[in-house]
Structure formats: structure tokens, C-alpha cells
Nanobody, 115 residues
Framework: QVQLVESGGGLVQAGGSLRLSCAAS????????MGWYRQAPGKQRDLVAI???????NYADSVKGRFTISRDNTKNAVYLQMNSLKPEDTAVYYC?????????WGQGTQVTVSS
């Protein structure tokens, strides 16, 4: 069992930046990959970015060049640096972890970008 706790969400003006953090309750190196998803009101939950155990990353087209995912295995944490934020980035952001037989989700953190 892995608990994921997100932090760092909030209200920011368009063009601003936020850094989301996800703290895991166990050694994240044992996980296949971790990532961030987001869900806007009335929409499905979509992938934002993932990072593998080896450090490879993948991003949704809508955030490429603006968001950066990173991990710190010593702190059992994953981060999402979000720059040049747009109103359409407004959503609840969820941390995700993929293990061999199951997956885990955090409770989510709200990000609101005002125009």
C-alpha cells in the first residue's frame, strides 16, 4: 500500500508558475512509474506527465515546453513544475503511482489559473 499526498496547488494569474509536490509513503524506486493527471469540471481525468523509474519522461502535448516533471528518490517525492500557466490548466491535479499489480492515487490538489 502506498499513500500519495499532493501539495502546492493554489490560485495563480495566467503566465504565472506553481510547483506541485507529491510525497509517497514508501520508496518510490520500487514503483514502475509515477505521474500527474488532471481533471477539469465536467471533463475526464487526463494524463499530464509521467516519469519512469529510470527517469524517462513523457508529457501531454498541451503542456510540453511549459511543465517539467521530476523525482527525488531520496525524499520519495515527485514534482511538477508548471510555468506559463493558462486558464485552461485549471483543474484538480492528481498524483499517480504505478506498481506491478496495482496503482495508487492521491487525493488531488486544486490549481486555478485566472485570466
Amino acid at each position: 500500500q502506498v499513500q500519495l499526498v499532493e501539495s502546492g496547488g493554489g490560485l495563480v494569474q495566467a503566465g504565472g508558475s506553481l510547483r506541485l509536490s507529491c510525497a509517497a509513503s514508501k520508496n518510490i524506486f520500487s514503483l514502475n512509474f509515477m505521474g500527474w493527471y488532471r481533471q477539469a469540471p465536467g471533463k475526464q481525468r487526463d494524463l499530464v506527465a509521467i516519469i519512469t523509474r529510470g527517469g524517462s519522461t513523457n508529457y501531454a502535448d498541451s503542456v510540453k515546453g511549459r511543465f517539467t516533471i521530476s523525482r527525488d528518490n531520496t525524499k520519495n517525492a515527485v514534482y511538477l513544475q508548471m510555468n506559463s500557466l493558462k486558464p485552461e490548466d485549471t483543474a484538480v491535479y492528481y498524483c499517480y503511482a504505478d506498481a506491478t499489480m496495482t496503482d495508487y492515487w492521491g487525493q488531488g490538489t486544486q490549481v486555478t489559473v485566472s485570466s
